[in-house]
């Protein structure tokens, strides 16, 4: 008896793969991403258009995050289940093997074009080693940031704010004060709707 699988089954297990990282979820990544290019180049004497360094660190981060967004819903099965939602690792469609190889391959394509992009800085490192540890930390237990009043909301300001806005900076320059002062209104900016979907929640 063949065990092979179906090319239905092959593309059914493809899209399920694309939409454990959610997606559109990612459009306000690649938002900030522009931003903050657009803003290093706005700090020189030349106005900002798509290079292939910007391309390279922007697709090596999606990889990043996505990862973290697949990470999040595989500690978040007991929590999905009980408010039906993000289905398909709490309703069993995907098993939590699938799962993890798929974190295992977003990690490895992350490194891959992030080495392949060349000239590689220790403020690009820094930011990507950043925004992976806070990934980690957001979902993952035992600091699992999400579940403390405060600390999430610090923690998505700071992830899409300022570090994805670094990425977008990076392509274009080296970090300074500057970068860091051009960040902080996208702090709050980010950091603000978490406010409305979690600790209304907690008030019941």
């Known amino acids: 008896m063949s065990h ?9 297990s493809l899209w399920d793969a694309v939409a ?32 292939p360094r910007f391309i390279a660190l922007s697709l090596a981060h999606t990889f990043l995050m996505a990862a973290a967004y697949v990470l999040n819903q595989l500690n978040d099965v007991e929590t999905d289940a009980a408010n039906r939602k993000l289905f398909l690792i709490a309703g069993g469609y995907v098993s939590r093997r699938f799962v993890k190889l798929e974190i295992a391959v977003l990690l490895g394509l992350s490194a891959a074009v992030l080495l392949a992009s060349g000239g590689l800085s220790m403020h690009i490192v820094a930011v990507f080693a950043a925004s992976a540890a806070l990934g980690a930390m957001y979902s993952a237990p035992p600091v699992r940031l999400k579940a403390r009043p405060g600390f999430d909301v610090a923690a998505n300001g700071i992830g899409y704010g300022c570090l994805a806005f670094a990425v977008g900076w990076l392509s274009v320059r080296p970090l300074t004060m500057l970068a860091v002062r051009a960040s902080a209104t996208f702090v709050l900016f980010f950091g603000a709707p978490f406010l409305f979907p979690t600790h209304p929640q907690r008030l019941r």
């Open 4 to 12: 092979a699988r179906s090319p239905a089954k092959r593309l059914r």
């Open 20 to 51: 454990l990282t959610r997606p559109m979820l990612l459009i306000p990544v690649w938002t900030v991403h522009v931003l903050g290019a657009a803003h290093a180049s706005e700090a020189g004497s030349t106005a900002w258009a798509p290079e």
